[in-house]
């Protein structure tokens, strides 16, 4: 495991900027801002409706490391990023748990809170607590 | 309009992303092992996000419809039933291996880190797999 900074104010206004990106998305279009909804509706079967404008909001999504780095020329830093079996399992996990439990971080951590649904309520506070259980078993036990 | 917006709506989503940190699954991580390396910001990220949305919600769905769509899209389901807990805690699982989640993985994508580019897959390879379960017909809710 690997220290990393605790970065207060540049993560409260990363967060402010993911809220406008919620807002916005819903007052342009009416919708939530659930990263797996929207992916999920552009796999097979996709969704009939709005398509181009999912994709849309992907490639603006994948768009932004490299538009940061015009901007400030800056670079992001990736200090571990998951590999080999690891990356593949989790993958699966987060996809199919994204979906069974009808929304991810994004869609419950911060619409669905910022809604006060009590659905998103006890779909975050499952996954924080499988999570950190999670991370507890793997750097702490095993 | 509509699909400018939702460009949009994704770069600023994913420079959130960037600008929190929370591309980088190490912090997500810390933020998870509160036995061990500890780093609090992602509380900050999701108090920045929720706090933004919250306040912009209630101006925008005080509105009689959005601005290029015929009407808000919200969520009508109510009860806290078994497939909710279930998902969220294999999705929690998936997290705390990996330290992604859906955002940050799509975001990594041009960052081109091998394990992203393995991640992203597997994960569209389990929502497929959830959608056509929960189609499969004998877990549709009978009817009475």
Known sequence: MVETAFTPWSSLAGGVLIGLSAVLLMAGVGRIAGISGILARLMPPSAADDGAGRLAFVVGLIAAPATWIALTGATIQQTVVPAGAVAIVAGLLVGFGSVWGSGCTSGHGVCGLARLSPRSMAAVGTFMATAIATVLLVRHVF | ?144
Do not use: E, H
């Open chain 2, 1 to 144: 309009m509509r699909i400018a917006v939702q460009f949009l709506a994704g770069l600023l989503f994913g420079l959130g992303l960037v600008v929190s940190g929370m591309a980088d699954p190490a912090k997500v991580l810390n933020f998870l092992d509160i036995a061990g390396t500890w780093d609090p910001s992602l509380a900050f990220v999701l108090a920045g996000a929720t706090g933004t949305t919250f306040v912009g919600y209630r101006l925008v769905l005080a509105r009689r419809r959005p601005l290029f769509a015929p009407a808000f899209q919200l969520p009508t389901a109510t009860r806290i039933d078994g497939r909710l807990l279930a998902g969220a805690a294999i999705f929690g699982v998936g997290w705390g291996l990996a330290g992604f989640c859906p955002g940050p993985a799509v975001t990594s994508l041009a960052l081109g880190a091998p394990g992203t580019l393995a991640f992203v897959p597997a994960m569209l390879v389990g929502i497929v797999a959830a959608r056509a379960l929960a189609a499969a017909p004998f877990l549709q809710p009978k009817t009475r």
